[in-house]
């Protein structure tokens, strides 16, 4: 199954590659030192352990939400409710860590799982709706993500906050709640491995058992499945739960890996990164480990220049705006029940 979309994914990694070049040889040639800008771009990441693992870091979470939006495209579903789960799920875990007294063996596992189920709701709300009452999740999941946002305002402010800090940000995550550093010189930590291990889960589970098998089926063609009798409605919905809950999960381990404190004061952005990593691998879950580390790597790699160069960081934010538009149209462009929902709305605004 992997060499069908490996060769899609090799080919947008290229195109991408050429936008890359189109955008910032132009931008270089404005630089009084061209090619040490360009150097920095593309080589600058792996001089320094440090850049190098800020890469990985990056990815850890890219990998976990993408693959929590792999399984739902997969489904047909479009719920995009990934970034209010991993935000929902971060400030959730950080809160059970910090009001909940556990064993400290406990702790983390404890911690993240309440995480994973408080997070989860913000898909499995639009999961839902869409199937007992044919909402579009589409809508509904994007509508949740701000709730989601300005529930978390409130609980952080009125519930975790620090006095003394100074901000709004919550109390210190215990040094026994944080999850262990695995690469010396690097802020990689253990997540890390688990979001790997998630990923080739994620490809078994979708090709190698049968709710992986039925949850293709109702994404390629749900005429089909219903031919054959499926439950689409309870498979849709199941797809929605794994996925939310990937993606909380996500985000309870972002926060016990990189942070001291609970201090995300908007949607921190890793949802969408996510929804970008699966349409890049092409929503298959092997690939949503290079193409993280791709996109983690241009990321990297920009804010290099943008510091070491006199680069505004808004050419930064342009090259990722045009990665976002040109891998989002290959999506919409591929995937007919998407075009025709679209499509679908227009006519209505036409109407």
């Known amino acids: 199954m992997i060499r069908e979309a490996l060769a899609p ?20 040639m404005t630089q009084p030192d061209p090619w040490g800008m360009i150097d920095t771009f593309l080589l600058g990441p792996f001089r320094n352990p440090r850049h190098t693992g800020n890469i990985v870091e990056m990815a ?4 976990l939400c993408g693959l929590a939006v792999a399984l739902m495209f997969r489904t047909g579903m479009f719920n995009l409710g990934v970034e209010g789960a991993f935000f929902l799920g971060g400030l ?12 400290v ?22 999961g839902y709706l869409r199937s007992r009452y044919e909402v579009s999740e589409l ?6 993500n701000f709730a989601a946002l300005f529930i978390g305002l409130y609980v952080v402010n009125y519930v975790l906050r620090d006095p003394s800090a100074g901000a709004m940000v919550s109390y ?3 040094a026994e709640a944080r999850l262990p550093r ?31 098998f039925e949850s293709r089926i109702v994404g390629a063609n749900p005429g089909f499945a219903a031919h054959l009798g499926l439950p689409i409605r309870r498979i849709m919905l199941r797809a929605q739960i794994i996925g939310g809950s990937i993606a909380a999960a996500a985000g309870g381990i972002e926060m016990l890996g990189l942070y001291q404190r609970f201090s995300w004061q908007s949607l921190p952005g890793n949802g969408w990164t996510g929804v970008v990593v699966a349409i890049l691998a092409r929503d298959h879950p092997l690939l949503l480990i290079p193409a993280a580390l791709f996109l983690s790597y241009l990321q990297v790699g920009g804010d290099l220049v943008a510091r070491n160069h006199d680069v505004p960081s808004e050419v930064v934010g342009l090259i990722q705006a045009l990665i976002l538009i040109f891998v989002t149209a290959s999506v919409i462009t591929r995937n007919p029940r998407l075009l025709a929902w679209i499509g679908g709305r227009r006519t209505e605004k036409a109407a």
Do not use: E, N
């Open 9 to 28: 994914f090799l080919l947008t990694v290229l195109l991408l590659v050429i936008i890359l070049a189109l955008v910032l040889v132009p931008i270089a």
């Open 60 to 63: 850890t979470p890219a990998m």
């Open 92 to 103: 959730a875990t950080v809160a059970t860590v910090l009001l909940v007294p556990l064993p």
């Open 105 to 126: 063996l406990a702790l983390v596992p404890l911690a993240l799982l309440a995480g994973t189920v408080v997070g989860s709701s913000v898909c499995v709300v639009p």
């Open 139 to 144: 809508v509904s999941s994007l509508m949740l």
């Open 172 to 174: 210190k995550i215990p």
């Open 182 to 212: 695995i690469v010396p010189g690097t802020r990689i930590h253990l997540g890390t491995v688990f979001a790997v291990i998630a990923c080739i889960a994620g490809s078994l589970y979708l090709f190698r058992t049968t709710w992986g």
